[in-house]
């Protein structure tokens, strides 16, 4: 007989492939003796949103609108991004209908709600029917680890608590708890709001998980498989990043991007082999922030993975450093695609290398282009983040990405650009807060927790050389991601 039900809701619906933290929730639950039902958007008809596609005039005409409005625009951008974001993120009424029928009549125990930040409003939604019901709510996400954001979402009507960190061994216990109507205020990365005391209190903050190989093999069985454009496996091989000095990521303050660690070489083959005959599949993702941040791994993922699921796929994310071997040579890399590498992203960021050293990147321009032309040499197809705004570019330094990209657009199938956006604790945050005078072309007014992002104004928009240097390389930008996509890696079509 189960110990008792959970209800996990995912409102990470971004993915056309199944939500890995979810996985790795249910399997120690199953395990543990409790029946585990999964309200995934996706299985009633709630796509998934696809992170790429191949560019038409109007994402173009919106990306220069949003990267380079007109001078009368530009002070008004954010407020009308801000209008966009609400009506993008609006509980629609199906959806509304939805979240009220599954919760009301899956007759829960607890409830155990994953989401973003971009979430609110179904959060508010869901805690206020669990409140109703008498159901406990235990929220989480990977941007709790940030205290004021855990805080302000721990506020919610409904919300019993709201976890920051990894959960994978500690799941167990919590469940237990809530069920029993034990409070949860005195364990380790739990922030709770007590109503009496009018103030939030929470138990230290849950160090990042050590020993990565006693992690369980993520159960995903639950997800709708059979929805999906294909069967792609989602799984990491480590967390956290080898690198880990970007001065503007958010990813290595999130739940599992605190500190590099990295599983066995076996541990992750054993994972590769099980979930491909678990569920049929041969396609891979590689989640990891870097997936070479340990070289050895990642060599021996590319020597092995074949050996294990013959005719595998699969895709990831790399980091171009100048630190020594980063396993990004022209033999690696043509042993990857033979091994089912189709894809291999990384975030150049900027063609500038005064640019690159501001947001310590440690990589250099010119090793950048190499991997560039080494990748689509070996057959892999190269996606790559950028980034324009961040404080102390200059026109120079717009004009050196534009002719970067000039000169490797026929390498580069995908540029995933995006606007500079200081993030609470993010290294970036730090060196504003001490030293503000060295970025004297943005001013924060505000660092918003609630959302972790930042209220701010990036002075170079006034200039209108800027703003015509980046229309020049948006230009360039649309030219790329208009190209039809190889064949060879069709399933992974929609993904970044």
Known sequence: MAKGKVLLVDLNNYARYPSLGIGYLVAPLRAAGYEVELLSPMAHGQGGVMREHQENILDHLMRRIYMAPPGWL????????EIYRVWKQRLTFQRRNLLQAEIECGKADVILLSAYLSHRKPVEFIAGIAARLGVPVLLGGPAFTLPGTAKDWARIAGVSAVFSGEAEFVIVDLVRALIRGVSVYNYTGIFVHSERASQIGCGSMLEPLAELNELPIPDLSDFPWELYPHRIVPLMAS????WGRCTFCSDVITANGRTFRSRSLEHVLDEIETQSRQYQARDFIFLDI?????????????????????????????????????????????????SGLVRISFGMESGSQKMLRRMAKGCKVELNEAFIRAASRAGISVRSTMMVGYPGESTGDVDLTTQFLERNAEYLDRINLC???PIPGTAFQSLYDHRPERFEDIQVFKWDYRFARASYRPSQMRDRRYRLAVLKMLNVVHIINRKPLRDNMIQFDGLM
């Not at 530009?74 to 991004?81: A, E, G, K, M, R």
């Not at 967390?239 to 080898?242: A, D, I, S, T, Y």
Request: aromatic share 10%; hydrophobic share 35%.
């Open 74 to 81: 530009w002070q008004h951008q954010d407020w009308l991004y």
């Open 239 to 242: 967390r956290g990043c080898g």
């Open 290 to 338: 870097k997936l070479n941040s340990d070289v050895n791994l990642w060599r021996g993922i590319i020597d092995n993975i074949q050996k294990r699921v013959p005719g595998a796929k699969w895709i990831g994310t790399v980091h171009v450093n100048s630190m020594g071997d980063n396993g990004l040579d022209q033999d690696t890399l043509v042993r990857a695609h033979e």
């Open 419 to 421: 606007r500079f956006k």
